[in-house]
């Protein structure tokens, strides 16, 4: 035992009898007499080439004690992954998994799963953007933001690899914050972070009393033979209804006198199941039990159901389009009864929002890290923000030219387009109940990527105990319920979250590290400081504008 308390690689320290890094600079077996391996095969012996191999690492483990560095074991002596073993004094090795042999996936997978990630509620939102911005202002809009975030986004890829003589490989972005501006660097970039999570949560929220709501009134409607047909909206089968009608936002004319206002379903149930005042505290009783699980792994595996949701509302938008037709008519600044004008001053609520809905950035070094061809990231991530802005622009332009005006004005388009649809439709309500049991499956993975940045930074442990856990939860979820209770308005609070996170982590902290990265070595020059220098002006001014428009 003398023998093998000797430092076998000259990087680790006597005593240390294994790391489980890959390094191949840091691998160091722990060997006792062999006997048998404990893996997929029970009781498999240790093969004649794996004994030869632990003593070639061996001797040159000995030779590595002196102090000349030419005597470090070269690399191709080094056991590869699939050969390391973990030996016990019971006389037993348990192979080493993971590392560089983690399955790679190839480009398909890779640019799909980016697009899944960024497919999320904001999706809902693009029609009321639009209409927010003007159609074809949005469309610009929309366009331009999608090439700015992609930029944003290379730049946070690029940036493990402008730090010299460092070890970057399982870096993510706040260690390079970190790197570049301290503690301040990354507790900013955590801060940011969690903004996002947080922001998307309490959509969840909004979303899943919404879908909640609708659910339960669709089934109370259809075992009473509720008849909703007098609702604010269009006649025919593929009703399109104005849920809140008011005046022209430009002040020209009411169109309050061409709706009928909905029947109430019946005194006791509308008291007890109402959108904003009940169902918010019952998802309580559901979801706040969800959260205080230690492991996410359960939920985990229903991340698929984003894909199929996705896939349910662009066939739904299409539908809906083939059914409706096409109305529209060009009003350039000036409004009309039932039209907006093209370009409209409110456009930066559609550019808050598309901020969160192209927001990938804390996570793409991570997503990148599996693709098998690493030579192909930049092309890959530009075919997936091409497909995720092709996404957008169908779901937004197709529900914008379809909305049907008249009768029906163009400022009737919900933060949420699924509620210009009524309760009775039978595709919106599988829609709605696909979507809200896909956020309950979710709503708990959001809320633990919350509790292991939060807590692993403040505690060092992401469970630290459950009554650091429950009071973080019932803050969060206290945020949905009152959110939902008094402001569910899921356009403006994805502007609002979309805007703040943003401005550090799509805006500032990437243009600022490449900047850094630049003068140092010397290569900064004029355009390329305007240049990143107009991109953080404009993450401020994208903040800003959510507050004065």
Same mark, same amino acid.
């Given at each position: 035992?003398?023998?093998?308390?000797?430092?076998?690689?000259?990087?680790?320290?006597?005593?240390?009898?294994?790391?489980?890094?890959?390094?191949?600079?840091?691998?160091?077996?722990?060997?006792?007499?062999?006997?048998?391996?404990?893996?997929?095969?029970?009781?498999?012996?240790?093969?004649?080439?794996?004994?030869?191999?632990?003593?070639?690492?061996?001797?040159?483990?000995?030779?590595?004690? @002196?102090? /000349?560095?030419?005597?470090?074991?070269?690399?191709?002596?080094?056991?590869?992954?699939?050969?390391?073993?973990?030996?016990?004094?019971?006389?037993?090795?348990?192979?080493?998994?993971?590392?560089?042999?983690?399955?790679?996936?190839?480009?398909?997978?890779?640019?799909?799963?980016?697009?899944?990630?960024?497919?999320?509620?904001?999706?809902?939102?693009?029609?009321?953007?639009?209409?927010?911005?003007?159609?074809?202002?949005?469309?610009?809009?929309?366009?331009?933001?999608?090439?700015?975030?992609?930029?944003?986004?290379?730049?946070?890829?690029?940036?493990?690899?402008?730090?010299?003589?460092?070890?970057?490989?399982?870096?993510?972005?706040?260690?390079?914050?970190?790197?570049?501006?301290?503690?301040?660097?990354?507790?900013?970039?955590?801060?940011?972070?969690?903004? @996002?999570?947080?922001?998307?949560?309490?959509?969840?929220?909004?979303?899943?009393?919404?879908?909640?709501?609708?659910?339960?009134?669709?089934?109370?409607?259809?075992?009473?033979?509720?008849?909703?047909?007098?609702?604010?909206?269009?006649?025919?089968? /593929?009703?399109?209804?104005?849920?809140?009608?008011?005046?022209?936002?430009?002040?020209?004319? @009411?169109?309050?006198?061409?709706?009928?206002?909905?029947?109430?379903?019946?005194?006791?149930?509308?008291?007890?199941?109402?959108?904003?005042?009940?169902? %918010?505290?019952?998802?309580?009783?559901?979801?706040?039990?969800?959260?205080?699980?230690?492991?996410?792994?359960?939920?985990?595996?229903?991340?698929?159901?984003?894909?199929?949701?996705?896939?349910?509302?662009?066939?739904?938008?299409?539908?809906?389009?083939?059914?409706?037709?096409?109305?529209?008519?060009?009003?350039?600044?000036?409004?009309?009864?039932?039209?907006?004008?093209?370009?409209?001053?409110?456009?930066?609520?559609?550019?808050?929002?598309?901020?969160?809905?192209?927001?990938?950035?804390?996570?793409?070094?991570?997503?990148?890290?599996?693709?098998?061809?690493?030579?192909?990231?930049?092309?890959?991530?530009?075919?997936?923000?091409?497909?995720?802005?092709?996404?957008?622009?169908?779901?937004?332009?197709?529900?914008?030219?379809?909305?049907?005006?008249?009768?029906?004005?163009?400022?009737?388009?919900?933060?949420?387009?699924?509620?210009?649809? %009524?309760?009775?439709?039978?595709?919106?309500?599988?829609?709605?109940?696909?979507?809200?049991?896909?956020?309950?499956?979710?709503?708990?993975?959001?809320?633990?990527?919350?509790?292991?940045?939060?807590?692993?930074?403040?505690?060092?442990?992401?469970?630290?105990?459950?009554?650091? =856990?429950?009071?973080?939860?019932?803050?969060?979820?206290?945020?949905? =319920?009152?959110?939902?209770?008094?402001?569910?308005?899921?356009?403006?609070?994805?502007?609002?979250?979309?805007?703040?996170?943003?401005?550090?982590?799509?805006?500032?902290?990437?243009?600022?590290?490449?900047?850094?990265?630049?003068?140092?070595?010397?290569?900064?020059?004029?355009?390329?400081?305007?240049?990143?220098?107009?991109?953080?002006?404009?993450? =401020?001014?994208?903040?800003?504008?959510?507050?004065?428009?």
């Amino acid at each position: 035992m003398d023998e093998d308390s000797k430092p076998l690689l000259g990087s680790v320290q006597a005593g240390e009898y294994y790391t489980d890094s890959l390094d191949p600079k840091q691998r160091r077996p722990f060997h006792v007499e062999p006997r048998n391996i404990v893996g997929d095969d029970v009781q498999e012996r240790v093969s004649a080439e794996a004994a030869a191999l632990r003593s070639r690492v061996h001797y040159y483990g000995r030779l590595t004690a @002196s102090s /000349d560095p030419l005597l470090v074991p070269p690399d191709h002596v080094i056991p590869c992954p699939e050969d390391i073993y973990v030996y016990s004094p019971l006389g037993t090795a348990f192979k080493v998994q993971g590392g560089d042999s983690t399955a790679k996936n190839p480009s398909i997978i890779t640019i799909f799963a980016i697009w899944n990630t960024m497919m999320g509620t904001s999706i809902l939102s693009i029609p009321w953007g639009i209409k927010q911005a003007g159609f074809t202002l949005g469309i610009i809009i929309i366009v331009l933001m999608g090439l700015l975030t992609l930029y944003c986004c290379y730049r946070v890829l690029k940036s493990t690899k402008s730090i010299p003589y460092v070890d970057t490989s399982d870096w993510e972005f706040p260690d390079v914050c970190k790197y570049y501006f301290g503690g301040f660097g990354k507790w900013s970039s955590l801060v940011f972070s969690l903004v @996002s999570l947080i922001g998307a949560m309490v959509v969840y929220w909004v979303l899943m009393s919404n879908f909640l709501f609708n659910t339960g009134k669709f089934i109370y409607n259809y075992v009473h033979n509720v008849s909703t047909s007098d609702a604010f909206g269009t006649n025919g089968t /593929d009703r399109v209804i104005c849920p809140y009608p008011n005046l022209d936002p430009d002040g020209g004319h @009411s169109t309050l006198q061409y709706y009928v206002r909905e029947n109430s379903t019946g005194a006791v149930f509308d008291r007890w199941w109402s959108k904003t005042h009940t169902i %918010p505290f019952y998802l309580v009783v559901l979801l706040l039990p969800l959260l205080n699980f230690r492991s996410a792994s359960f939920f985990a595996r229903f991340t698929f159901l984003g894909t199929l949701s996705v896939g349910y509302l662009i066939f739904l938008v299409t539908y809906k389009a083939i059914r409706l037709g096409f109305h529209l008519d060009f009003h350039w600044f000036d409004s009309s009864m039932f039209f907006l004008p093209e370009f409209r001053s409110l456009f930066p609520q559609l550019s808050g929002v598309l901020t969160l809905a192209f927001f990938i950035h804390n996570c793409i070094i991570t997503l990148m890290k599996t693709n098998k061809h690493q030579e192909n990231n930049v092309r890959d991530l530009s075919l997936a923000y091409l497909l995720v802005g092709l996404t957008y622009l169908y779901v937004g332009v197709l529900i914008f030219a379809a909305f049907p005006s008249p009768p029906l004005s163009k400022d009737c388009i919900e933060p949420n387009f699924l509620d210009n649809f %009524p309760s009775s439709d039978v595709l919106v309500f599988v829609a709605r109940t696909g979507l809200l049991f896909q956020m309950t499956t979710v709503y708990p993975l959001l809320g633990y990527l919350v509790r292991v940045q939060l807590m692993g930074q403040l505690f060092g442990d992401h469970y630290p105990g459950f009554l650091h =856990v429950f009071i973080l939860n019932i803050l969060v979820v206290g945020t949905g =319920v009152l959110m939902a209770r008094f402001y569910p308005n899921i356009g403006s609070i994805s502007r609002y979250s979309g805007a703040i996170c943003g401005l550090a982590l799509v805006f500032v902290l990437p243009s600022l590290i490449h900047m850094i990265s630049l003068r140092r070595r010397g290569e900064l020059r004029w355009p390329s400081a305007v240049f990143h220098s107009f991109l953080i002006l404009l993450g =401020v001014a994208n903040l800003f504008g959510q507050f004065f428009m």
